[in-house]
């Protein structure tokens, strides 16, 4: 299999936009997010690429006003407001950076390594583009730029999985600086505050990487997709055919449409009246139940709002696994009864593999379904 770490990520967000991207072969339309920090990554490889002349900020500007593209924006505010910050960011890269003092190694740096499965012999690929790479004084550094709004702490950074797959890819092409890892910086640069975040990898880490990789690969084999519901969903291309969003922008219905739209307006209504009987509720809750078994949905619109159903799952930990986990770190007694809450305070210093053992110890207690609510 060809995995990405976009296309990881992806899974792990939602594993149904997975497959709609990557199995489906579904085409999304690109957001004006992604348009915008394409045309700024495509504004720094002009600024670094290799010239007799190094180009100027007047230069780079010139070149961000000519490829913008308005047609992605809603408004003349809006498209007026990403386009000063594009602007804004530019100039802040030229304050913070004199350009001709960088040994460029490369740039957009595609790859393609291969990892195998010590478990079966499979053999897989990771691919993906390095933004930057730099030959430094003593060393390289890997940089990967951000045009997002929100900055991470530094020990995100120093975890961030991205940035381990990167000097994966790096060491493959030189090996040899697998031997002085602590001369190699792994960096992101985030652009709207002009501040570069940078760190090191250990081997573990790095194994930990590869090794995530196929435990995810083995999940996606498996073949099961479901939807996750996060706040990212604002962002997704694929609404109209999720089973979480397709009642929004469904155009006709087998049951009375006007007949459910005042069922959704009841049940909300009455979730939240203090006077509310139980009888009624219960009724409109059947109602509204049944009708998304009907469509085959699990959210439901109204003018009012809307009605998510929710399965809840428990888990419990298989106490003769987890102690054989444990036990040899002397952390079994930390966890003489076992439950979340004990294991979550010795979660955060076992090492990623133990840790990815102590979770593969759980097991389905039990599962519930539910109704929540969000007003309009």
């Known amino acids: 299999m060809r995995l990405s770490y976009s296309a990881l990520d992806s899974f792990q967000n939602c594993s149904l936009k997975y497959k709609f991207q990557n199995i489906d072969k579904l085409k999304e339309p690109k957001s004006k997010e992604a348009v915008f920090g394409t045309l700024v990554h495509g504004t720094l490889k002009f600024i670094h690429t290799p010239s007799l002349l190094q180009p100027k900020l007047e230069d780079a500007l010139d070149y961000f006003s000519k490829n913008w593209n308005s047609d992605v924006f809603e408004d003349e505010l809006e498209e007026r407001s990403a386009f000063s910050m594009g602007v804004s960011m530019i100039q802040e890269y030229y304050k913070k950076n004199v350009i001709a003092d960088y040994n460029i190694v490369d740039l957009e740096s595609r790859f393609a390594v291969e990892i195998k499965n010590p478990k079966d012999g499979t053999s897989h690929v990771i691919s993906g583009i390095i933004d930057r790479i730099d030959k430094t004084e003593d060393g390289y550094e890997i940089i990967d730029y951000k045009t997002t709004k929100k900055m991470p702490s530094q020990d995100k950074v120093d975890n961030d999985l991205q940035l381990s797959v990167y000097l994966n890819a790096f060491l493959a092409r030189y090996p040899k600086e697998a031997e002085r890892l602590d001369k190699v910086t792994v960096s992101l ?14 081997l573990q880490q790095l194994n930990d990487a590869k090794q995530l990789f196929l435990d995810v690969i083995t999940e996606i084999e498996k073949g099961v997709f479901v939807p996750n519901v996060t ?139 539910s109704l929540t609510i969000k007003k309009k």
Request: proline content about 3%; overall charge positive; hydrophobic content about 35%.
């Open 189 to 202: 640069y985030y652009l709207k505050h002009g501040v570069k975040l940078s760190s090191t990898r250990t």
């Open 231 to 369: 706040p990212l969903c604002d962002w997704c291309g694929f609404q109209k055919i999720c089973p979480m969003w397709k009642h929004k922008f469904k155009e006709e219905r087998r049951i009375d449409s006007e007949e459910i739209n005042a069922a959704i307006g009841d049940y909300i209504n009455l979730k939240s009246a203090i006077a509310s009987t139980k009888v009624q509720f219960a009724q409109l809750q059947e109602k509204i139940n049944t009708y998304m078994e009907q469509e085959g949905v699990e959210r439901v619109f109204s003018e009012e709002g809307i009605i998510a159903q929710t399965l809840r799952k428990t888990y419990k930990y298989d106490e003769k696994i987890l102690r054989e986990i444990l036990e040899p770190l002397d952390k079994w007694e930390s966890v003489l009864k076992v439950d979340g809450i004990a294991l979550k305070n010795i979660m955060s210093v076992l090492s990623p593999g133990i840790r990815q053992d102590v979770e593969r110890s759980r097991i389905l207690d039990k599962e519930s379904k």
